[in-house]
């Protein structure tokens, strides 16, 4: 089975940056997506980063120039640098994958928090 670990959550002030890292495990010939979420307490789990099979990446309009995603096949590794950060980007991270066989599976990480003060 794919394992999501992401790490590197933290307290940064409005316009600092951090790095998260996604380690994953397992098979992951059949993952269609690999990315990031983020979820606030009480609201809606929000796709932040993705990258599809194909190397499509796509990133929320809210992160656009700021965020991005990164693969590193050799490690294993996924990463999300976030720079310009904002208080609204405040929440809980996730390492997302989505795997195909014959239906769609999500895995998920354990969460990071990521908390930008004003």
């Known amino acids: 089975q794919v394992q999501l670990v992401e790490s590197g959550g933290g307290l940064v002030q409005a316009g600092g940056s951090l790095s998260l890292v996604c380690a994953v495990t397992?098979?992951?010939?059949?993952?269609?997506?690999l990315g990031w979420d983020r979820q606030v307490p009480g609201e809606e789990r929000e796709m932040v980063a993705r990258?599809?099979?194909?190397?499509?990446?796509e990133y929320a309009d809210s992160v656009k120039g700021r965020f991005t995603i990164s693969r590193d096949y050799t490690k294993n590794t996924m990463s999300l640098q976030m720079d310009s950060l904002k208080p609204e980007d405040t929440a809980v991270y996730y390492c997302?994958?989505?795997?195909?066989?014959?239906?769609?599976?999500?895995?998920w990480g354990q969460g990071t928090q990521v908390t930008v003060s004003s």
């Open positions: 397992g098979s992951t010939i059949r993952l269609v997506a």
């Open positions: 990258i599809r099979a194909g190397g499509r990446i």
């Open positions: 997302h994958g989505v795997e195909v066989a014959g239906a769609f599976t999500d895995y």
